[in-house]
């Protein structure tokens, strides 16, 4: 009886998944630019599609998407206190999809830009807000994708090295002196 059970429920998820390539059809060319995204899979990119249209216009700029999606951080201050920070509610099945693909580059970071950019936040603010700016950051890049036309490019995972390497020298220089080493640092010849 059991096996019956899992037959039918197997034989409804085939149909089901038949019906959703059928109605996929007129945006292929969406899902498959859209799954460029590191993280961004073709299920992901799947209810991007169907929660948004593909169609950007609706949202003038990024921030409206971002506020649509319920991924905009709430600003209450006051006498330079920040009360909260939460995000506003929005799109939850939208919300939720991103989530899983901000999870999924949080699990894997190497490799790209916005794992690089995961590893730099999670220091500084949790798991938590790093896995929402990811978000945010996978989000600008659906819209400029699907707004303009433009290709995602991965700036690659030593964007934040190669933008300031004297920063990045420095903090390995007084890191390995934090730990106690001397360092003295020459430059190498090329050879």
């Not at 089901?16 to 630019?33: G, K, S």
Request: charged letters at 25%; proline letters at 4%.
């Amino acid at each position: 009886m059991h096996l019956e059970r899992i037959d039918s429920i197997t034989r409804w998820v085939e149909e089901l998944t038949a019906r959703i390539e059928v109605a996929m059809e007129p945006f292929q060319v969406a899902r498959e630019f859209l799954s460029i995204i590191p993280g961004v899979s073709i299920l992901v990119a799947d209810v991007i599609v169907a929660e948004t249209g593909a169609d950007m216009f609706t949202f003038e700029t990024p921030g409206r998407l971002a506020y649509w999606a319920g991924l905009s951080p709430g600003s209450n201050e006051s006498a330079s206190r920040v009360k909260s920070t939460k995000t506003r509610p929005g799109n939850r099945y939208f919300k939720g999809t991103l989530g899983i693909a901000a999870l999924s580059i949080a699990g894997h970071p190497k490799d790209s830009y916005l794992g690089a950019r995961y590893k730099r936040i999670v220091v500084r603010r949790g798991k938590m807000k790093a896995i929402v700016a990811i978000e945010h950051s996978i989000l600008t890049a659906i819209w400029h994708m699907l707004a303009e036309g433009e290709c995602y490019h991965d700036p690659g995972s030593d964007f934040f090295t190669q933008k300031d390497p004297t920063r990045t020298k420095n903090n390995a220089v007084r890191r390995l002196q934090e730990l106690g080493y001397s360092v003295t640092l020459s430059t190498r010849e090329a050879a």
